[in-house]
């Protein structure tokens, strides 16, 4: 009767598949499910954040006899650049009813390479501070040119007052859904692009111990140590 080996055989190992119900999803789903985040994160913040109302102001600078409509577009850029500091020397912020700090961090200006005219912008929460604020920044600037037309040689005229907006100019729920799931999708898509490969394990199959061979006699012969000759 022969003896049965206990070392195990290599058609006995298999390799663990993999349960079902903890199978991994495709990468591909990464794309669908960052867009979902991103529209519901957008969602939530569109419906979250107060509404911003935006009104906007117009000054004109005009050139006097002694000067020419050049001049007056040099003047109107070199305005709109400090219009946050002559708001604020100014008596902008008595006329807004608010501080100097709000119309700095709330109020932008831009000029126009072509038309002598600065267009003051104001954004609050509320309308009627909105439209305070840009009127409050065009009369200083206008009130700031007439001490200086002497010598500017130009006149700073307020073009048009601000209108009191109806709508708000910050993103709705759905639209800020909508940017949300595009910025979403595509920050999943750059994930899959920039994700590093991933390294093949080694074999699947378990490594079979050598079974372990006698020694053989003359190999043991060998390695046993040979008495020395003395010498007289």
Do not use: C
């Not at 600078?61 to 001049?71: C, F, H, L, N």
């Not at 119309?103 to 609050?124: E, G, Q, W, Y």
């Not at 979403?184 to 994930?191: A, D, P």
């Amino acid at each position: 009767m022969t003896k049965e080996s206990s070392s195990p055989r290599r058609e006995d190992v298999r390799p663990a598949s993999p349960s079902p119900r903890f199978r991994k999803p495709p990468l591909w789903t990464v794309v669908p499910a960052a867009a979902a985040l991103g529209a519901l994160a957008g969602g939530v913040y569109g419906a979250v954040a107060t509404p911003q109302y935006s009104a906007t102001s117009y000054v004109l600078v005009v050139p006097t006899e002694k000067s020419d409509p050049a001049a007056a577009l040099g003047f109107a850029t070199a305005y709109g650049r400090v219009a946050s500091q002559v708001a604020i020397l100014g008596d902008a912020q008595v006329w807004a009813g608010v501080p100097a700090a709000t119309l700095k961090a709330n109020v932008r200006t831009s000029t126009s390479p072509d038309a002598p005219m600065i267009s003051v912008t104001a954004t609050s929460s509320d309308a009627s501070a909105a439209v305070s604020m840009a009127d409050g920044v065009a009369r200083s600037l206008v009130v700031n040119g007439s001490h200086l037309q002497t010598s500017t040689n130009v006149k700073v005229l307020q073009f048009s007052r601000a209108v009191k907006p109806t709508d708000p100019v910050s993103p709705s729920a759905p639209l800020a859904a909508l940017v949300g799931g595009s910025a979403g999708g595509l920050l999943g898509g750059l994930g899959l692009l920039v994700r590093p490969k991933r390294r093949r394990t080694a074999a699947a199959y378990g490594t079979v111990p050598n079974p372990s061979t006698p020694e053989s006699p003359a190999h043991s012969a060998q390695s046993q140590p040979q008495p020395q000759p003395e010498t007289v």
